[in-house]
């Protein structure tokens, strides 16, 4: 049985989706993204379930540098969880009492407009987790008045339900990821996504352009791509891409090793099933039989066999 470490305490968001996908699994909480994930990479745990990017507000930024800066892990599964929030307090608590809100800056941004609606003149406090939230404001004598957090950390940690349904939209979506020590890649599958961490090799006009070039003339779709700060002063940026497509699959593995050639680094984060079971609109010329019928024409006309 594995042993996954994840963002806890019990109840949080990120627990969900391990459950969601291995439901057998032993389960490791941990203080933070960063904990979970160094618990997988030091064999603490056998991997780690952490939260990546959210369909309203995108990613979770914590996530993306704790995996570009520390040892590699692979991506080995994603899990979409449609994310439900609730406004949490202690019994007896009633909203015209609440002054001070406590939750994870993912649930705060997605909340804005109920806070400011229904709670303009409250604090709203960043929290390592909203189970965390929701855990100390059932401490006696918390600072904070409510947490906002999914409904069965009300549960967990004997708060009720102030306010139900709170998210700015209905039908936000989180993804989360499963990731382990590097090792074997999932199968390709046919609906696959591709992960990287890139470094510019120097800046100059049209790098991002060059870059992005190496995925459209192999009709390599992107589902994502952030910029983040490489901390070594202002303007100074790498890049995070998710694509359809799997490492094995041609076009994707042409892409990549285009972008080893120009770039001073490329990060492989792994090939997996997309959760959305989505496959690629593959463009002509682009398919696995037609990279190896080129392959096959070069060698001939190299040969001098015209
Ligand atoms: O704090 C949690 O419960 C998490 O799992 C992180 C998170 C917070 C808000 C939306 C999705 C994930």
């Known amino acids: 049985m594995a042993k996954l470490a994840y963002l806890g305490p019990e109840g949080t968001f990120t627990e969900e989706a391990l459950r969601l996908m291995e439901p057998d699994a032993e389960r490791l909480p941990c203080p933070t ?4 994930l160094n618990a997988a990479r030091s064999g603490e745990a056998d991997g780690a379930v952490v939260p990546l990017e959210n369909s309203l507000e995108g990613a979770i930024t914590t996530t993306l540098d704790e995996f570009a800066w520390g040892d590699p892990l692979l991506i080995t599964a994603e899990v979409l969880l449609p994310v439900r929030f609730s406004l949490l307090a ?4 009633e909203l015209v009492h609440i002054k001070r809100v406590y939750s994870h800056p993912a649930a705060i941004t997605q909340c804005r407009g109920f806070l400011s609606r229904e709670l303009p003149d409250a604090v709203v406090v960043a929290a390592p987790s909203t189970a965390a939230a929701a855990q100390e404001v059932s401490l006696p004598g918390s600072p904070y008045d409510a947490a906002i957090a999914a409904p069965i950390a009300g549960e967990h940690y004997g708060l009720v339900e102030v306010a139900a349904n709170i998210g700015d939209r209905p039908d936000t979506m989180t993804r989360f990821v499963r990731v382990g020590r590097p090792g ?3 199968e390709p599958t046919g609906a696959d996504r591709t992960t990287l961490v890139v470094f510019l090799a120097d800046d100059h006009p049209g790098a991002l352009l060059e870059m992005l070039t190496e995925f459209s003339v192999r009709g390599v779709n992107l589902t994502r791509i952030e910029s983040r700060p490489t901390g070594d ?6 890049f995070h891409f998710d694509l359809e ?3 094995a699959d041609a076009r994707v ?11 001073s680094e490329v990060r492989f984060f792994g090939s997996y099933p997309r959760a959305d079971r989505v496959s690629p609109q593959i463009k002509r010329g682009m398919d696995d039989s037609d990279f190896t019928e080129a392959a096959a024409w070069l060698s001939r006309i190299r040969a001098g066999d015209v």
Do not use: D, K, Q
């Open 90 to 93: 202690r019994p007896g608590t």
């Open 233 to 238: 002063g202002i303007g100074r940026y790498f």
């Open 33 to 36: 993204v960063a904990a979970a």
């Open 184 to 186: 074997t890649l999932p």
């Open 253 to 263: 593995g042409e892409a990549i090793s285009g972008l080893h050639r120009i770039c």
């Open 245 to 247: 497509g799997h490492v």
